[in-house]
Protein backbone atom coordinates (compact mmCIF):
# COMPACT_ATOMS: atom_id res chain seq x y z
CA UNK A 1 0.00 0.00 0.00
CA UNK A 2 1.41 3.46 -0.98
CA UNK A 3 1.04 7.01 0.67
CA UNK A 4 -1.73 7.54 -1.53
CA UNK A 5 -3.40 4.57 -0.73
CA UNK A 6 -2.81 5.57 3.14
CA UNK A 7 -4.40 8.91 2.64
CA UNK A 8 -7.50 7.22 0.77
CA UNK A 9 -8.46 4.51 3.44
CA UNK A 10 -7.43 7.16 6.30
CA UNK A 11 -9.19 10.24 5.12
CA UNK A 12 -5.93 12.30 5.23
CA UNK A 13 -6.47 15.27 3.15
CA UNK A 14 -2.65 17.26 1.85
CA UNK A 15 0.10 16.58 -0.46
CA UNK A 16 2.86 18.55 1.44
CA UNK A 17 6.19 16.75 1.56
CA UNK A 18 6.49 16.89 5.35
CA UNK A 19 3.18 14.86 5.21
CA UNK A 20 3.82 12.45 2.72
CA UNK A 21 7.40 11.59 4.55
CA UNK A 22 5.28 11.47 8.18
CA UNK A 23 2.74 9.15 6.07
CA UNK A 24 6.07 7.01 4.36
CA UNK A 25 7.69 6.37 7.87
CA UNK A 26 4.60 5.13 9.52
CA UNK A 27 4.09 2.84 6.75
CA UNK A 28 7.23 1.14 7.13
CA UNK A 29 7.70 1.00 10.73
CA UNK A 30 4.20 -0.51 11.06
CA UNK A 31 4.72 -4.32 10.31
CA UNK A 32 7.64 -3.98 13.03
CA UNK A 33 7.28 -4.27 16.48
CA UNK A 34 9.47 -1.08 17.24
CA UNK A 35 7.90 1.57 19.71
CA UNK A 36 7.15 4.34 17.94
CA UNK A 37 7.08 8.22 19.33
CA UNK A 38 4.74 10.90 17.88
CA UNK A 39 5.86 14.15 18.26
CA UNK A 40 3.47 17.39 16.88
CA UNK A 41 1.19 20.31 18.11
CA UNK A 42 -1.95 19.97 19.14
CA UNK A 43 -4.96 19.22 16.77
CA UNK A 44 -1.78 18.12 14.13
CA UNK A 45 -3.53 14.53 13.93
CA UNK A 46 -1.18 12.19 16.06
CA UNK A 47 -3.70 9.76 17.27
CA UNK A 48 -4.75 9.17 13.13
CA UNK A 49 -0.92 8.10 12.72
CA UNK A 50 -1.47 5.56 15.40
CA UNK A 51 -4.39 4.10 14.15
CA UNK A 52 -2.08 3.66 10.77
CA UNK A 53 0.72 2.05 12.76
CA UNK A 54 -1.92 -0.73 14.31
CA UNK A 55 -4.11 -1.39 11.10
CA UNK A 56 -1.16 -2.29 9.16
CA UNK A 57 0.49 -4.09 11.64
CA UNK A 58 0.17 -7.76 12.50
CA UNK A 59 -1.35 -7.31 15.07
CA UNK A 60 -3.94 -5.38 13.72
CA UNK A 61 -6.95 -7.96 14.80
CA UNK A 62 -5.98 -7.62 18.32
CA UNK A 63 -7.07 -4.87 20.68
CA UNK A 64 -6.27 -0.93 20.05
CA UNK A 65 -6.70 1.02 23.41
CA UNK A 66 -6.10 4.88 23.36
CA UNK A 67 -5.17 5.84 26.58
CA UNK A 68 -4.79 9.74 27.75
CA UNK A 69 -1.87 10.08 30.63
CA UNK A 70 -2.51 13.64 31.10
CA UNK A 71 -6.40 13.26 31.95
CA UNK A 72 -6.08 10.36 34.26
CA UNK A 73 -5.14 11.58 38.20
CA UNK A 74 -1.94 10.66 39.33
CA UNK A 75 -3.31 8.86 41.80
CA UNK A 76 -5.09 6.00 39.85
CA UNK A 77 -3.07 5.41 36.55
CA UNK A 78 -1.21 2.66 37.98
CA UNK A 79 -4.31 1.04 38.40
CA UNK A 80 -5.43 1.98 34.88
CA UNK A 81 -2.44 1.16 32.81
CA UNK A 82 -1.57 -2.20 34.74
CA UNK A 83 -4.88 -2.78 37.05
CA UNK A 84 -5.21 -4.16 40.62
CA UNK A 85 -6.50 -6.60 43.39
CA UNK A 86 -9.24 -6.64 45.15
CA UNK A 87 -8.56 -4.66 48.65
CA UNK A 88 -5.30 -3.11 47.54
CA UNK A 89 -6.26 0.78 47.94
CA UNK A 90 -9.32 2.09 49.36
CA UNK A 91 -12.73 1.49 46.98
CA UNK A 92 -10.47 -1.53 45.49
CA UNK A 93 -13.61 -3.52 46.23
CA UNK A 94 -12.75 -6.38 43.72
CA UNK A 95 -9.77 -6.83 41.14
CA UNK A 96 -9.47 -5.24 38.37
CA UNK A 97 -7.34 -5.84 34.58
CA UNK A 98 -5.29 -3.14 33.44
CA UNK A 99 -5.05 -1.62 29.79
CA UNK A 100 -1.60 -3.61 29.82
CA UNK A 101 -3.28 -7.16 30.26
CA UNK A 102 -6.59 -5.87 28.75
CA UNK A 103 -4.91 -5.02 24.91
CA UNK A 104 -2.27 -8.33 25.46
CA UNK A 105 -1.30 -8.86 21.40
CA UNK A 106 -2.34 -5.66 20.47
CA UNK A 107 -1.38 -1.68 20.63
CA UNK A 108 -1.68 0.59 23.58
CA UNK A 109 -1.78 4.07 22.28
CA UNK A 110 -0.08 6.62 25.70
CA UNK A 111 -0.98 10.15 24.39
CA UNK A 112 0.40 12.82 26.19
CA UNK A 113 2.94 10.21 27.38
CA UNK A 114 4.92 13.23 28.50
CA UNK A 115 2.74 13.51 31.33
CA UNK A 116 3.33 10.26 33.58
CA UNK A 117 4.93 10.22 36.85
CA UNK A 118 8.24 9.27 37.34
CA UNK A 119 7.13 6.24 39.64
CA UNK A 120 4.67 5.32 36.36
CA UNK A 121 7.62 5.35 33.80
CA UNK A 122 10.00 2.88 36.18
CA UNK A 123 6.48 0.47 35.29
CA UNK A 124 6.78 1.31 31.51
CA UNK A 125 9.95 1.07 31.42
CA UNK A 126 9.62 -2.49 32.88
CA UNK A 127 7.42 -3.48 30.02
CA UNK A 128 9.33 -2.20 27.67
CA UNK A 129 12.08 -4.29 28.46
CA UNK A 130 11.19 -7.51 29.53
CA UNK A 131 7.28 -7.24 28.87
CA UNK A 132 6.53 -7.88 32.74
CA UNK A 133 4.45 -5.75 35.37
CA UNK A 134 2.80 -5.69 38.78
CA UNK A 135 -0.58 -4.94 39.18
CA UNK A 136 -1.48 -2.80 42.12
CA UNK A 137 -1.21 -4.54 45.67
CA UNK A 138 0.15 -7.69 44.01
CA UNK A 139 3.48 -9.46 43.62
CA UNK A 140 2.71 -11.44 41.15
CA UNK A 141 4.82 -10.94 37.72
CA UNK A 142 2.29 -10.47 34.87
CA UNK A 143 3.68 -10.93 31.06
CA UNK A 144 1.48 -9.18 28.15
CA UNK A 145 2.82 -8.79 24.93
CA UNK A 146 1.63 -5.13 23.88
CA UNK A 147 3.15 -2.68 21.35
CA UNK A 148 3.32 1.48 22.54
CA UNK A 149 2.65 3.92 20.20
CA UNK A 150 2.92 7.03 22.54
CA UNK A 151 2.67 10.62 21.37
CA UNK A 152 3.30 14.22 22.65
CA UNK A 153 3.32 17.71 22.02
CA UNK A 154 6.12 19.03 24.32
CA UNK A 155 9.80 18.89 24.29
CA UNK A 156 10.34 15.23 25.90
CA UNK A 157 14.30 15.72 25.88
CA UNK A 158 13.91 19.21 27.75
CA UNK A 159 11.75 17.14 30.38
CA UNK A 160 14.57 14.49 30.68
CA UNK A 161 17.21 17.48 30.92
CA UNK A 162 14.67 19.14 34.06
CA UNK A 163 14.23 15.40 35.83
CA UNK A 164 10.96 15.38 34.96
CA UNK A 165 10.99 12.23 32.65
CA UNK A 166 13.39 9.04 32.52
CA UNK A 167 16.05 9.36 30.01
CA UNK A 168 15.94 5.34 29.12
CA UNK A 169 12.28 5.73 28.95
CA UNK A 170 12.94 8.43 26.41
CA UNK A 171 15.12 6.70 24.35
CA UNK A 172 12.79 3.06 24.38
CA UNK A 173 9.88 5.08 23.27
CA UNK A 174 11.68 6.96 20.73
CA UNK A 175 12.95 3.70 19.15
CA UNK A 176 11.45 5.25 15.59
CA UNK A 177 10.70 9.23 15.76
CA UNK A 178 7.32 10.51 13.92
CA UNK A 179 7.10 13.97 13.97
CA UNK A 180 3.67 15.59 12.52
CA UNK A 181 3.90 18.76 10.52
CA UNK A 182 2.19 22.10 12.01
CA UNK A 183 -0.76 23.25 9.97
CA UNK A 184 1.22 26.05 9.26
CA UNK A 185 3.97 24.13 7.42
CA UNK A 186 1.78 22.80 5.18
CA UNK A 187 0.52 25.83 3.48
CA UNK A 188 -0.76 24.30 0.48
CA UNK A 189 -2.86 21.71 2.12
CA UNK A 190 -4.88 24.28 3.99
CA UNK A 191 -7.74 25.25 1.63
CA UNK A 192 -7.90 21.69 0.66
CA UNK A 193 -9.02 20.45 4.45
CA UNK A 194 -11.37 23.56 4.09
CA UNK A 195 -12.94 22.79 1.09
CA UNK A 196 -13.32 19.16 2.46
CA UNK A 197 -14.77 20.42 6.06
CA UNK A 198 -17.06 23.10 4.49
CA UNK A 199 -18.42 20.59 2.17
CA UNK A 200 -18.88 17.33 5.00
CA UNK A 201 -20.83 20.09 7.02
CA UNK A 202 -22.57 21.31 4.49
CA UNK A 203 -24.05 17.62 3.81
CA UNK A 204 -24.88 17.47 7.47
CA UNK A 205 -26.49 20.69 8.20
CA UNK A 206 -28.11 20.88 4.68
CA UNK A 207 -26.81 24.60 3.90
CA UNK A 208 -25.72 25.58 0.35
CA UNK A 209 -21.81 25.02 -0.35
CA UNK A 210 -19.53 27.39 1.00
CA UNK A 211 -17.44 28.96 -2.11
CA UNK A 212 -14.01 31.29 -0.58
CA UNK A 213 -12.62 34.27 -2.57
CA UNK A 214 -9.05 35.06 -2.98
CA UNK A 215 -8.76 37.20 -0.62
CA UNK A 216 -10.31 34.80 2.13
CA UNK A 217 -7.88 32.11 0.64
CA UNK A 218 -4.98 33.77 0.82
CA UNK A 219 -6.04 34.58 4.25
CA UNK A 220 -6.40 30.99 5.29
CA UNK A 221 -2.91 30.60 3.84
CA UNK A 222 -1.21 33.05 5.84
CA UNK A 223 -2.88 32.62 9.16
CA UNK A 224 -0.37 30.53 11.98
CA UNK A 225 -2.74 28.04 12.95
CA UNK A 226 -2.07 27.45 16.47
CA UNK A 227 -4.44 24.63 16.92
CA UNK A 228 -4.07 23.10 13.41
CA UNK A 229 -6.41 21.06 11.63
CA UNK A 230 -8.51 20.77 14.59
CA UNK A 231 -9.15 24.52 14.70
CA UNK A 232 -9.48 24.47 10.81
CA UNK A 233 -12.39 22.08 11.47
CA UNK A 234 -13.99 24.14 14.06
CA UNK A 235 -13.81 27.07 11.84
CA UNK A 236 -15.40 25.52 8.66
CA UNK A 237 -17.87 24.27 11.02
CA UNK A 238 -18.78 27.59 12.19
CA UNK A 239 -18.95 29.65 9.10
CA UNK A 240 -20.74 26.40 7.22
CA UNK A 241 -23.49 27.44 9.92
CA UNK A 242 -23.45 31.22 11.05
CA UNK A 243 -22.02 33.23 7.51
CA UNK A 244 -25.25 34.11 5.65
CA UNK A 245 -23.34 35.17 2.89
CA UNK A 246 -22.33 31.80 1.05
CA UNK A 247 -19.71 33.58 -1.15
CA UNK A 248 -16.70 34.47 2.13
CA UNK A 249 -14.60 37.60 1.80
CA UNK A 250 -12.03 37.89 4.00
CA UNK A 251 -13.08 40.81 5.71
CA UNK A 252 -16.28 38.03 6.42
CA UNK A 253 -13.75 35.47 7.29
CA UNK A 254 -11.87 37.02 10.42
CA UNK A 255 -15.32 37.41 12.21
CA UNK A 256 -14.41 33.63 12.53
CA UNK A 257 -10.29 33.66 12.64
CA UNK A 258 -9.23 34.64 16.63
CA UNK A 259 -6.80 37.47 17.29
CA UNK A 260 -4.23 36.15 18.43
CA UNK A 261 -2.45 39.44 19.53
CA UNK A 262 1.58 39.64 19.35
CA UNK A 263 3.53 39.47 16.10
CA UNK A 264 0.39 36.59 14.88
CA UNK A 265 -1.82 39.59 14.13
CA UNK A 266 -3.77 38.24 13.01
CA UNK A 267 -2.16 37.18 9.26
CA UNK A 268 -1.13 39.48 5.94
CA UNK A 269 -3.73 39.84 3.28
CA UNK A 270 -1.49 40.84 0.75
CA UNK A 271 0.68 37.77 1.35
CA UNK A 272 4.22 39.34 2.03
CA UNK A 273 6.81 37.09 4.01
CA UNK A 274 8.20 40.00 5.73
CA UNK A 275 8.38 39.62 9.50
CA UNK A 276 5.68 41.33 11.70
CA UNK A 277 6.47 43.11 14.53
CA UNK A 278 3.93 43.78 17.82
CA UNK A 279 3.98 47.24 19.47
CA UNK A 280 5.78 45.45 22.22
CA UNK A 281 8.40 44.09 20.04
CA UNK A 282 9.08 47.53 18.47
CA UNK A 283 9.47 49.02 22.00
CA UNK A 284 11.67 46.70 23.29
CA UNK A 285 14.44 47.24 20.05
CA UNK A 286 13.86 51.32 20.81
CA UNK A 287 14.46 50.55 24.30
CA UNK A 288 17.69 48.81 23.25
CA UNK A 289 19.07 50.91 20.92
CA UNK A 290 19.02 53.85 23.59
CA UNK A 291 20.44 51.63 25.87
CA UNK A 292 22.88 51.39 23.58
CA UNK A 293 23.15 54.95 22.39
CA UNK A 294 23.75 56.22 25.96
CA UNK A 295 26.66 53.22 26.67
CA UNK A 296 28.52 55.13 23.84
CA UNK A 297 27.89 58.50 24.98
CA UNK A 298 28.96 57.84 28.36
CA UNK A 299 32.22 56.01 26.77
CA UNK A 300 33.20 59.49 24.92
CA UNK A 301 32.34 61.38 28.02
CA UNK A 302 34.39 59.96 30.23
CA UNK A 303 37.63 59.79 27.96
CA UNK A 304 37.23 63.43 27.43
CA UNK A 305 37.34 63.52 31.51
CA UNK A 306 40.22 61.64 31.64
CA UNK A 307 41.96 63.75 28.90
CA UNK A 308 41.33 66.57 30.72
CA UNK A 309 38.81 68.18 28.06
CA UNK A 310 41.13 68.09 25.56
CA UNK A 311 39.14 65.78 22.74
CA UNK A 312 41.77 65.88 19.55
CA UNK A 313 42.43 62.26 19.76
CA UNK A 314 39.03 61.41 20.98
CA UNK A 315 37.60 61.78 17.55
CA UNK A 316 40.36 60.31 16.00
CA UNK A 317 40.14 56.98 18.09
CA UNK A 318 36.06 56.65 17.40
CA UNK A 319 35.29 57.63 14.34
CA UNK A 320 32.09 54.94 13.90
CA UNK A 321 30.67 57.14 16.91
CA UNK A 322 31.40 60.24 16.13
CA UNK A 323 30.26 60.16 12.44
CA UNK A 324 26.89 58.49 13.48
CA UNK A 325 26.80 61.27 15.83
CA UNK A 326 26.58 63.98 12.86
CA UNK A 327 24.94 61.33 10.88
CA UNK A 328 21.66 61.71 13.19
CA UNK A 329 21.95 65.25 13.94
CA UNK A 330 22.00 66.08 9.40
CA UNK A 331 18.65 64.02 9.81
CA UNK A 332 17.05 65.66 12.65
CA UNK A 333 17.93 69.18 12.75
CA UNK A 334 16.13 71.20 10.23
CA UNK A 335 18.26 73.35 7.23
CA UNK A 336 16.50 76.43 7.74
CA UNK A 337 16.96 76.46 11.38
CA UNK A 338 20.28 78.88 12.66
CA UNK A 339 21.73 76.18 14.27
CA UNK A 340 24.74 75.10 13.08
CA UNK A 341 27.08 72.42 13.57
CA UNK A 342 30.52 72.01 11.39
CA UNK A 343 32.04 68.32 11.44
CA UNK A 344 35.83 67.67 12.42
CA UNK A 345 37.96 68.70 9.65
CA UNK A 346 41.30 66.55 9.22
CA UNK A 347 42.98 70.71 9.97
CA UNK A 348 40.70 71.01 12.45
CA UNK A 349 39.58 67.68 14.35
CA UNK A 350 37.40 69.64 16.74
CA UNK A 351 35.29 72.33 15.15
CA UNK A 352 32.33 72.58 16.66
CA UNK A 353 30.42 76.36 16.37
CA UNK A 354 26.99 76.54 17.97
CA UNK A 355 25.02 79.91 16.70
CA UNK A 356 22.07 81.16 18.11
CA UNK A 357 20.01 84.66 16.74
CA UNK A 358 17.20 83.88 19.29
CA UNK A 359 17.35 86.16 22.27
CA UNK A 360 18.19 84.13 25.52
CA UNK A 361 16.16 84.14 28.19
CA UNK A 362 17.58 84.21 31.60
CA UNK A 363 15.93 80.90 33.37
CA UNK A 364 15.35 81.86 36.84
CA UNK A 365 17.57 79.74 39.56
CA UNK A 366 15.27 80.95 42.47
CA UNK A 367 14.63 77.17 44.59
CA UNK A 368 11.54 79.20 45.78
CA UNK A 369 10.35 79.71 42.39
CA UNK A 370 11.15 76.11 41.28
CA UNK A 371 8.92 74.40 44.14
CA UNK A 372 6.06 76.82 43.19
CA UNK A 373 6.64 76.14 39.54
CA UNK A 374 6.52 71.72 40.51
CA UNK A 375 3.80 72.66 43.02
CA UNK A 376 1.25 74.37 40.22
CA UNK A 377 2.23 71.26 37.43
CA UNK A 378 1.31 68.76 40.21
CA UNK A 379 -1.83 70.60 41.11
CA UNK A 380 -2.76 70.78 37.38
CA UNK A 381 -2.48 67.41 36.26
CA UNK A 382 -4.34 65.90 39.32
CA UNK A 383 -6.97 68.73 38.31
CA UNK A 384 -6.53 69.91 41.92
CA UNK A 385 -6.90 66.58 44.31
CA UNK A 386 -3.98 67.61 46.45
CA UNK A 387 -3.70 63.38 47.69
CA UNK A 388 -2.36 63.15 44.05
CA UNK A 389 -0.30 66.12 43.54
CA UNK A 390 1.49 65.05 46.94
CA UNK A 391 2.27 62.01 46.29
CA UNK A 392 3.34 63.21 42.58
CA UNK A 393 5.82 65.21 44.30
CA UNK A 394 6.87 62.48 46.46
CA UNK A 395 6.02 64.63 50.09
CA UNK A 396 3.20 64.29 52.46
CA UNK A 397 -0.46 65.55 52.03
CA UNK A 398 0.09 67.64 54.67
CA UNK A 399 3.73 69.29 53.53
CA UNK A 400 1.78 70.20 50.55
CA UNK A 401 -0.70 72.04 52.09
CA UNK A 402 1.53 73.91 54.73
CA UNK A 403 3.86 74.47 50.94
CA UNK A 404 0.55 75.98 49.31
CA UNK A 405 -0.13 78.33 52.26
CA UNK A 406 3.48 79.26 52.29
CA UNK A 407 4.21 80.14 48.85
CA UNK A 408 0.63 82.02 48.44
CA UNK A 409 -0.81 79.50 45.69
CA UNK A 410 -4.45 78.84 47.23
Sequence with gaps: MDVQDIKNRFGII????????????????????????????????????????HQMSTRKHGAFIAV?????????IDSELFGHEKGSFTGAHEARKGYFEVANGGTIFLDEVAELPLGTQARLLRIL???EYLRVGSSKVQKTDVRIVAATNVDVYNRVKSGKFREDLYYRLNTVPLRIPALHERKEDIYLLFRKFSADFSDKYRSPGIQLEPDAIQMLSNYSWPGNVRQLKNIAEQVCVLEKERNVTATALLNY??????SNLPMAINGNNKEDFSERDILYKVLFDMKKDMMDLKKLVAE???NGGNTSHIVADNPHYINQLYQEIDQTVNHDSTLTIKKPSQNNPVDYNYTHEAEEVEESLSLIDKESDLIKKALKKHKGKRKFAAQELGISERTLYRKIKELNLN
Design 129 to 131: ESG
Design 68 to 76: NCGAIPEGT
Design 14 to 53: GGSPLLNRAIDIARQVAPTDMSVLITGESGSGKEVFSHII
Design 257 to 262: IPNEGG
Design 304 to 306: IIQ
